[in-house]
């Protein structure tokens, strides 16, 4: 595999997880899911899931239902999706509320789990647009928004040259930029206020998020005890058949699969 970055072999290995898990390998399941855990304590903890018992519950409900699921996926992107489409359902119903900072709390469901995606699990740009059914410029317009938006900074505001700098800052922050272009962006920066805040904030928020993982994540410990009760759940648990109806509109939004218990 010369030649191939860490994420590719890192995604192929969970791709060679998926074909075993969906053949009722549970061992390789718990590999798949021990990659995606993270995300999803993370995920249920910014959609106001506090409690770390009743979060956990959650955690077990939703990888269950991924278990019964897995003839329904075919392919990596199909498990993120079900992933996100599993917890955007179950915040539906969910009141709003806060588990960390206030700020995060006035984001709308989906770019709190975009957020936790983007920023604190690092997906990538192609495995954003899978997962979450949208474009590269609808992702990078949402980035956008909810940066500015944590930040205190209203987009409506903004005269169109201001805006346009701030959406190419916003670009800078998750891209690799020539050396030229990045100088002229730097000075372009140092003449607006508002781009200088934007950048800088951003940046010192990046560091926050760093500390509220913590809060978010489980210890070592904690991780082996709910694979243990995990995989014991679904060795008992059959997976479920889905029908021809099933898999075309799976080709397509991937939405069709049972739901957690």
Known sequence: MTGVTPAARERSLLRSDLKSAVRGNNEAFGQLVSHYLDFAAESLFMLGWCDDEERTQILLSVFSSLWRSLRFIKRLSDFERALVVQLQALSENRPQKSCGR???????????????????????????RLAFRARTHEIRQHLLEFRAQLLKIDLGDLDPPT????????????????NRRRKNLIHAVAQSPVAKQFKAGWLLYRGEMVELRHQMRSTEEERALFMEKLLTEVSQEPMEKPTLADRIVNRVTFTRFPKPA
């Not at 770019?111 to 997906?123: C, D, G, T």
């Open 102 to 128: 206030r700020k995060m709390k006035s984001l709308n469901n989906e770019f709190k789990l975009l957020l936790v995606a983007h920023e604190m699990e690092r997906w990538s740009m192609h495995s954003l």
């Open 163 to 178: 805006r346009e700098l701030l959406e190419r800052v916003n670009l800078s922050l998750d891209s690799d930029f020539s």
